[in-house]
T-cell receptor, first 115, second 109 residues
Framework: GAVVSQHPSWVICKSGTSVKIECRSL??????MFWYRQFPKQSLMLMAT?????????EQGVEKDKFLINHASLTLSTLTVTSAHPEDSSFYIC???????????FGQGTRLTVV | EDQVTQSPEALRLQEGESSSLNCSYT??????LFWYRQDPGKGPEFLFT???AGEEKEKERLKATLTKKESFLHITAPKPEDSATYLC??????????FGPGTRLSVLP
């Protein structure tokens, strides 16, 4: 149980285009989903927290107009990187929290490369 | 402010050589301390949650313990497949996860 699926696992896009990353909880309903960014050999940096049906809460320094988060249902959250630039290239990871536990479970991650 | 540090930054072990990873933390009102394993290019995989000092949990060759200031992840007779980065995180009530920088473990055959 507690499986989180993230898609795509990797994507290459041209500078100036937008990219959407999906995060699905497959066998539980996620009251809260988290989006992280991870640089090489560094730990996870929380970007935003999203709750189903409400606006995401962004961490300080994260541009909400650049990283659009939609938590449309209890099993799906999406992160859209708008007008991507090479500096947005990174490893993006989502996690989902079942309402009845303290743990969060992670997706496989998405490697974004902007050329 | 909640903080998590981990040591060592990197650890190389021979197969079968037991050791421990340390996670030191400061948090106001601990809701849980979490251990995850992360393989290169993958998302973290959940290992354990510890809730209170004195608690211990085991899974195969791994054993996690918790005190009021730190947690240890003991690895007994490790195998090469145990090579990964081990992440520690804490969560206070009403707060999000705070992750440590991780320990990169390499187990040599």
């Amino acid at each position: 149980g507690a499986v989180v699926s993230q898609h795509p696992s990797w994507v290459i896009c041209k500078s100036g285009t937008s990219v959407k990353i999906e995060c699905r909880s497959l066998d539980f309903q996620a009251t809260t989903m988290f989006w992280y960014r991870q640089f090489p050999k560094q730990s996870l940096m929380l970007m935003a927290t999203s709750n189903e049906g409400s606006k995401a809460t962004y961490e300080q320094g994260v541009e909400k107009d650049k990283f659009l988060i939609n938590h449309a249902s209890l099993t799906l959250s999406t992160l859209t990187v708008t007008s991507a630039h090479p500096e947005d290239s990174s490893f993006y990871i989502c996690s989902a929290e079942p309402g009845h536990t303290t743990e969060a479970f992670f997706g496989q991650g998405t490697r974004l490369t902007v050329v | 402010e909640d903080q998590v540090t981990q040591s060592p930054e990197a650890l190389r072990l021979q197969e079968g050589e037991s050791s421990s990873l340390n996670c030191s933390y400061t948090v106001s009102g601990l809701r849980g301390l979490f251990w995850y394993r992360q393989d290169p290019g993958k998302g973290p995989e959940f290992l354990f949650t510890l809730y209170s000092a004195g608690e211990e949990k085991e899974k195969e060759r791994l054993k996690a313990t918790l005190t009021k200031k730190e947690s240890f992840l003991h690895i007994t007779a490790p195998k090469p497949e145990d090579s990964a980065t081990y992440l520690c995180a804490v969560r206070a009530y009403g707060q999000n996860f705070v992750f440590g920088p991780g320990t990169r473990l390499s187990v040599l055959p």
